[in-house]
């Protein structure tokens, strides 16, 4: 019966695996055609700066518990300027686009890109892994998409610029964002199937030894009864 059984299982996972590897292409497919990295017009572009700032595989990636920790002001009641580096990082929507104070960032974009048209009036906030919340700036045009697309609790991929540094963390304006990567469904389901399956032929085999148990101490009952 184990025989049998792991024979299954493997016709079985060969069997999903072509069918996860074609739902996965599908389901890439998808997810490019219809849900697309949101982002807007890049700050460094209207300066002229250095191409290989907006090449993303240069863009250092954080954590957001390390960004609250690291990313301070190192004098009291001071900020201290980090001129618009770009980051990348993952965190979880706990509030979703609301308007906030802005008039020292319009500054500071104007300073540093004066020709620049970007407007930034609003802010998101954010959870880290050990749920430390933080308010962070978004660039205008993404705020529709985010309210419209993303749900507090989602998980999502961002990339802003590292504007400053104050005694509270650091100030970042996000100009991109991905949606939230979907459970695989196919792959959920197959593993659930297998499992089942394995439940299933364990009390099964439970079953026959029971069974088997039962037989013996019953023909051992009979042999004692006939001497």
Not at 143 to 170: C, K, R, W
Not at 183 to 188: G, M, Q, T, V
Not at 205 to 210: K, P, Q
Request: aromatic share 10%.
């Amino acid at each position: 019966m184990i025989h049998i059984f792991t024979l299954f299982v493997v016709c079985f996972a060969l069997m999903f695996s072509s069918l996860e590897s074609y739902a996965h292409t599908e389901i890439h497919e998808e997810v490019n055609t219809a849900a697309p990295v949101h982002s807007t017009q890049s700050i460094e572009k209207s300066v002229n700066t250095s191409a290989s700032i907006q090449n993303a595989q240069q863009t250092p990636t954080y954590s957001l518990d390390h960004m609250l920790t690291n990313f301070k002001a190192t004098k009291a009641k001071t900020v201290e300027l980090a001129l618009f580096k770009p980051i990348r990082f993952t965190a979880t929507i706990a509030e979703l686009p609301y308007k906030r104070k802005h008039g020292y960032l319009a500054r500071e974009i104007k300073r540093f890109s004066p020709n620049s048209d970007i407007v930034a009036t609003k802010g998101i906030t954010l959870a880290s892994e050990t749920q430390q919340e933080v308010s962070v700036y978004i660039i205008d045009q993404l705020a529709q998409g985010m309210t419209t697309d993303l749900s507090i609790g989602d998980s999502v991929n961002f990339e802003a610029y590292h504007v400053y540094n104050s005694m509270n963390g650091p100030g970042l304006l996000v100009y991109q964002w991905e949606n939230p990567i979907k459970e695989n469904l196919l792959k959920r389901t197959f593993t659930t199937v297998v499992h089942t399956l394995e439940h299933w032929f364990s009390n099964t085999d439970h079953n026959h030894d029971a069974a088997d148990n039962t037989s013996d101490a019953t023909q051992s009952t009979s042999a004692e009864h006939s001497h």
